[in-house]
């Protein structure tokens, strides 16, 4: 904390920027004028010129927006900055960071990737001068200053800044800005806080209404309360609320809200959208329910409705200062929930369209998303990320995705995170990075994945959900210094979201030790292992090792063909034992911190098929094959071991048997070996962030 006994630079540039606020605004500008900027600039030591040819021209600025609240931005200035962004590699034309997420030193640890610092870096070094290290971090630090004193999160704040942008920046012997500008304005309320305690009665309900149950024919609301029943949800513990009907299906039905004899933990809203509204003023009238699911679409998405929708979700968010906080709300346009530990599914997908068989020893993961088809067609394709919790959160009407990962971030027995975004509402991206750091310093891992990453998928964002999807440069680079895996496409969540949750709890480290049969494999994995920021290496074998593995081969007369390296080529010839024996001797090998391991299934020396016409019982029963001697192994070694069992459908047994008994399995050495290096360099971010705030 600062000593407020003297004035530090820092307080002196915040009292002087704040009274040129006070001075234009009085003038009714939101904007410095020229004299000002030139007030402005000299506060921070600097001259607003030209600066010295050759030199090098930096960008920094604070910009106010909508999801994240205020972002510092470094990088190249000028004409190339311009440029850059649209031609170079992640984090090397500019980093950008939350201010409230982030300090001077950090943010310049982040700038030290980018291709400006290494020019300033590289000038020094030819002329002599220290390095830039020092005056970087001073002026951040001021930066920063100005973006926490003036922002909305600082109550007190009386003025918020949109934008500084401090354009051409050189320093030589006295720091120089070619061009700035600076806007303000006026802090503007945002939403009330929504009592997110109450998501626990969302997703541990012991009772549950349903409104909008067809008595006669199998609409939406009917097939959730089979769903509900199939899944094994007490009757006695559901109402369906039905004028006219006593009971559908063996549940009881009372008249209305009104009606119920006692406060409901959960109420699910399936009736149709135009009758949304008037439902809600009587649930907030009747403060007879916790939480709420609304499950009707329309609401926000056409042009027609997003009038009636934003006054809808003033009416729940105005609730919200009533005793007790008034109910939560999910959705809408929300295919429902499914809790394990609840006990109930009220998806409206058929159980028989989707079975949800338990692929974990233990689920401790969580997915949310706001598209309901987005975790349908992933659980469908991937059983195995098997999350305890899966929640759609739709429009967000009232709970957000910043509500929804700072609950879950606090729970204890969850792991990982795996969460599908279209947007934020106003504020709520900040709120989300905060939950990452919180879940982040609590040990979990949160995986993201944004849609609406080109112009044309961010005009189906506005359609599907009533999102607005955002800048996706800023949200990648915000949630990554945040703590998050960001994934840029389907294929890429998928594999994140798995390979977090089976190497959770394993020792992590960037030596990559690469075995396979196959030649092309072997080197494939070598050329998978770098990222757009990071890489894995392969780690440098000991003597020792090489000597055991030339052991194990000649017992099976490979030796003279097989050379020892990493990565190494085993030759088909190699069958399950050899496997598993060199990925021990690997795994043992202080110089290697992760083996990426060919499974090979199609060569004739691998018990990989379910049944084998050419040589009967030398397939996936024996019990000398791979599907039963590698899962002790993988569950033992504290190092992660990946397994590639690249083939057809043939396979799909052999690999689903090792992935049932927790080994993580790729189809293809590429994407496996890939995924590693993205979660590894996630882990290492991870545990820097830890060490710094801990």
């Known amino acids: 904390m600062n000593d407020r006994t003297t004035i530090s630079p820092g307080d002196a540039l915040n009292a002087a920027t704040g009274d040129l606020f006070k001075q234009a605004a009085?003038?009714?500008?939101?904007?410095?004028?020229?004299?000002?900027?030139?007030?402005?600039?000299?506060?921070?030591?600097?001259?607003?010129?030209?600066?010295?040819?050759?030199?090098?021209d930096l960008r920094i600025a604070l910009e106010n927006t909508r999801e994240f609240g205020v972002l510092l931005t470094a990088g190249q200035g000028g004409l190339d900055g311009a440029l850059d962004r649209a031609n170079f590699r992640k984090d090397r034309a500019a980093v950008s960071a939350s201010v409230e997420l982030t300090d001077a030193a950090d943010f310049l640890r982040l700038f030290r990737r980018t291709v400006a610092y290494q020019k300033m870096a590289a000038l020094a070094q030819r002329d002599g001068r220290r390095a830039p290290?020092?005056?970087?971090?001073?002026?951040?630090g001021l930066m920063l200053g100005l973006g926490r004193e003036f922002s909305v999160q600082n109550p007190e704040a009386l003025f918020v800044i949109q934008r500084i942008e401090l354009d051409q920046v050189q320093f030589a012997k006295k720091p120089t800005v070619g061009a700035a500008r600076v806007e303000f304005g006026k802090p503007v309320a945002g939403r009330l806080p929504r009592p997110v305690n109450k998501i626990d009665k969302l997703i541990h309900p012991q009772s549950i209404g349903i409104v909008g149950v067809s008595a006669s024919g199998m609409n939406f609301g009917r097939i959730i309360l089979k769903n509900l029943m199939g899944s094994g949800y007490a009757k006695e513990k559901l109402t369906i609320i039905r004028p006219g009907e006593t009971e559908i299906d063996g549940v009881r039905c009372v008249e209305s809200l009104r009606a119920l004899p006692a406060k409901l933990d959960l109420l699910i809203v399936a009736v149709p959208n135009d009758a949304v509204y008037e439902l809600v003023d009587e649930i907030i009238a009747t403060d007879a329910v916790e939480s709420v699911m609304l499950i009707p679409g329309g609401l926000g998405e056409t042009a027609k409705s997003r009038e009636p929708a934003a006054a809808l979700a003033a009416k729940i968010n105005a609730a919200h200062a009533n005793p007790g906080g008034?109910?939560?709300?999910?959705?809408?346009?929300?295919?429902?929930?499914?809790?394990h530990p609840g006990g109930y599914d009220s998806w409206f997908i058929p159980l028989e369209r989707l079975p949800k068989p338990q692929k974990k020893a233990q689920r401790n993961s969580v997915m949310l998303s706001q598209s309901g088809a987005f975790m349908i067609t992933r659980i469908s394709q991937n059983p195995w990320l098997d999350p305890a919790y899966m929640l759609a959160l739709g429009n967000q009407t009232d709970l957000t995705h910043g509500d929804m990962l700072g609950f879950f971030a606090e729970r204890e027995g969850i792991d990982t995170l795996g969460i599908y975004i279209e947007g934020f509402k106003d504020g709520d991206g900040l709120d989300f990075a905060r939950a990452v750091r919180k879940a982040v310093l609590k040990g979990k891992q949160v995986v993201v994945y944004k849609s609406g990453r080109t112009?044309?998928?961010?005009?189906?964002?506005?359609?599907?959900?009533?999102?607005?999807?955002?800048?996706?440069?800023?949200?990648?680079?915000?949630?990554?210094?945040?703590?998050?895996?960001?994934?840029?496409?389907?294929?890429?969540?998928?594999?994140?979201?798995y390979i977090a949750g089976a190497l959770h709890g394993k020792k992590v480290g960037k030596r990559l030790g690469a075995i396979s049969g196959a030649?092309?494999?072997?080197?494939?994995?070598?050329d998978s292992t770098a990222t757009e920021t990071s890489s894995l290496e392969m780690g440098a074998l000991e003597a020792a090792t090489v000597e055991r593995v030339q052991t194990i081969l000649a017992a099976k007369r490979l030796d003279a063909l097989v050379e020892v390296r990493n990565p190494i080529d085993i030759n088909p010839g190699a069958d399950d034992g050899v496997h598993l024996q060199i990925t021990e001797a690997f795994l043992d090998d202080p110089n290697i911190d992760a083996v990426v391991v060919g499974l090979d299934p199609t060569a004739p020396s691998i018990r990989g098929l379910e049944t084998s016409k050419l040589r009967p019982g030398y397939d996936l029963s024996d019990p000398n094959g791979t599907v039963h001697i590698y899962p002790p192994l993988a569950a033992k070694s504290d190092k992660p071991v990946i397994g590639i069992v690249d083939g057809g459908s043939l396979y799909d047994a052999m690999a689903a048997k090792l992935m049932d008994q927790g080994v993580c399995v790729f189809r293809n050495c590429g994407r496996g070996t890939r995924a590693l290096a993205r979660y590894?360099?996630?882990?290492?971010?991870a545990d820097a962030i830890r060490a710094r705030e801990n």
Request: charge should be negative; charged fraction near 20%.
């Open 133 to 140: 290290d020092p005056v970087l971090e001073f002026c951040f």
């Open 326 to 339: 008034g109910p939560v709300f999910l959705g809408a346009n929300c295919l429902g929930v499914v809790s």
């Open 519 to 526: 030649g092309f494999e072997a080197v494939g994995m070598a």
């Open 26 to 56: 009085s003038e009714g500008r939101d904007a410095l004028n020229a004299d000002e900027l030139q007030r402005f600039v000299a506060s921070f030591g600097a001259a607003l010129a030209e600066g010295v040819p050759g030199g090098v």
């Open 680 to 685: 590894v360099e996630a882990r290492v971010e």
């Open 455 to 497: 112009e044309a998928g961010a005009g189906g964002v506005m359609g599907h959900t009533a999102s607005i999807a955002g800048d996706p440069v800023l949200f990648d680079a915000v949630l990554r210094q945040a703590g998050a895996i960001v994934a840029e496409d389907f294929n890429t969540f998928d594999d994140l979201f």
